[in-house]
Nanobody
């Protein structure tokens, strides 16, 4: 049974940092992109960052460029999201996702068929 378990969320002041982790179990995802999405109250789920199956390509939504960094550890089957210079508008539930077409880097949510349960990130002003 595949499971994605996120951790690292919490409450932080504006300008602070958090590091999210998402550990996958049940199978390896070395041939699949891994992504972070987020959903704020009253808003649609949006892409935050994606890292390709090879790790050589990353994508960031404009609002987090220069502040967030996505990375992955193949040995641990884990993806990370380092979030620096956090802003109140970064407040949301953050979800990791993977699966879908192998060796494809997708920024839409629909292709991903494995999702974590989400972790709350709250940034106070």
């Amino acid at each position: 049974q595949v499971q994605l378990v996120e951790s690292g969320g919490g409450l932080v002041q504006a300008g602070g940092s958090l590091r999210l982790s998402c550990a996958a179990s049940g199978r390896t995802f070395s041939s699949y992109a891994m992504a972070w999405f987020r959903q704020a109250p009253g808003k649609e789920r949006e892409i935050v960052a994606v890292i390709s199956w090879s790790g050589s390509t990353t994508y960031y939504t404009d609002s987090v460029k220069g502040r967030f960094t996505i990375s992955r550890d193949y040995a641990k089957n884990t993806v990370y999201l380092q979030m620096n210079s956090l802003k109140p508008e970064d407040t949301a539930v953050y979800y990791c996702a993977t699966g879908g077409p192998p060796m494809r880097t997708e920024i839409r949510s629909e292709p991903y068929n494995y999702w974590g349960q989400g972790t709350q990130v709250t940034v106070s002003s």
